[in-house]
């Protein structure tokens, strides 16, 4: 009996650690920073002015307080599990409805045992998703935010997310520029959306070019769901791309290596695309002002987000609903992430 409680422990210790399996960082002494589209993160009261009806409890998907409670825990799981060995320094999200879900979030789940705060501005979308930032106090400090309103001069009906911006220190002392992006989706056909989604990444550049004059060094941190791939126009051309050879104020996107490997963030059909991006200024890739990316972009592809595709074989992701089937799983995307190490000015 004894052997086999044992025995039994062992089998248990094992579980537990796979569990509780994290990404190494690449480098010493990091701070690891993720972004994640958490996949309609709705409370279940109706906010005023928002189309957010089917996630009420008497809505078609019946979205009831059990079933919010239940994701603000599969979502901790998730950044646990992308911690180095704690959660990350900061997580940027999308598809979060107000300031009282991520309150919900920092307050009810183990990441209250962490520090964390929020920097979060309500947008004109229609849904009501907006994007926001979890920081680790102790590791980031805030002081400056604002959201960037984007209109469309050529559909000024349209509401979409702002571009969230973040100022802050890392290492509590180097400066660092943080974006957080959820462009235009291609709802209505990607040919028809094209436009949008141009016209944002060249808002963003526009202003990533403001710093950059003014800073050359500047360290700039842009992360989001850019519904686009990395070799899609409005990224490479209008947000990354060189405007002469000439040019050193340029973006490198640190996404476009994993897409050349044929890795994905999001599955349409048999169809992996890499919407969810990580992309940096010159400084953060060369370290000359503070700060240095260790290496690539990765994706979180933790065996649990998953779940086997029946129809178009292969997996697909676990998502909270299959359709308007309730399965209680994490989201339609995976998150992805950057480890930034600090450096030794010159």
């Known amino acids: ?97 107000n300031a009282f879900v991520l309150q919900k979030l920092i307050d009810t789940t183990p990441l209250k045992n962490f520090g964390y705060d929020f920097v979060h501005y309500e947008s004109p979308d229609a849904r009501g998703m907006d994007c926001a930032l979890l920081y680790r106090k102790q590791h980031f400090e805030v002081f400056d935010s604002q959201p960037f309103r984007i209109t469309f001069p050529f559909d000024t009906a349209s509401k979409t997310r702002d571009i969230l911006y973040v100022k802050g220190l890392l290492f509590e002392e180097q400066v660092i520029h943080i974006f957080v992006n959820h462009w ?86 048999t169809q992996w695309n890499l919407f969810d991006q990580v992309i940096v200024s010159p400084a953060m890739m060369n370290g000359r002002n503070g700060l240095q990316v260790c290496k690539d972009a990765f994706i979180f592809d933790h065996d649990f987000l998953f779940v086997e595709d029946e129809t178009n074989m292969g997996k697909k992701l676990f998502r909270t609903y299959n359709g308007m089937t309730y399965v209680g799983g994490y989201a339609d995307h995976l998150p992805v992430g950057v480890d930034v190490k600090k450096t030794v000015r010159p």
């Open 184 to 269: 235009t989706s291609r709802f209505g056909g990607s040919a028809a959306t094209i436009p949008k989604r141009n016209f944002i990444a060249q808002r963003l550049r526009a202003v990533c070019d403001s710093i950059l004059q003014d800073n050359p060094n500047a360290n700039i941190l842009i992360l989001g769901d850019l519904n686009d791939d990395p070799t899609d126009e409005s990224v490479e051309r209008f947000l990354c791309g060189q405007k002469s050879p000439a040019d050193t104020l340029f973006l490198t996107n640190l996404s476009l290596p994993l897409l050349h490997k044929g890795q994905g963030t999001l599955k349409h059909g």
């Open 1 to 97: 009996m004894v052997r086999f409680v044992a025995f039994l422990l062992i089998c248990l210790g094992c579980v537990f650690t796979t569990a509780a399996q994290t990404f190494p960082s690449q480098c010493e002494d990091t701070r690891r920073i993720i972004f994640y589209n958490v996949e309609n993160l709705y409370d279940t009261k109706h906010d005023e002015g928002k189309n957010d009806y089917e996630f009420l409890p008497d809505g078609i998907r019946r979205w009831t307080d059990s079933r919010f409670y239940s994701k603000l825990k599969r979502l901790y799981k998730v950044f646990a599990a992308c911690g180095t060995p704690e959660p990350p320094a900061i997580i940027t999200l999308c598809e979060v409805e």
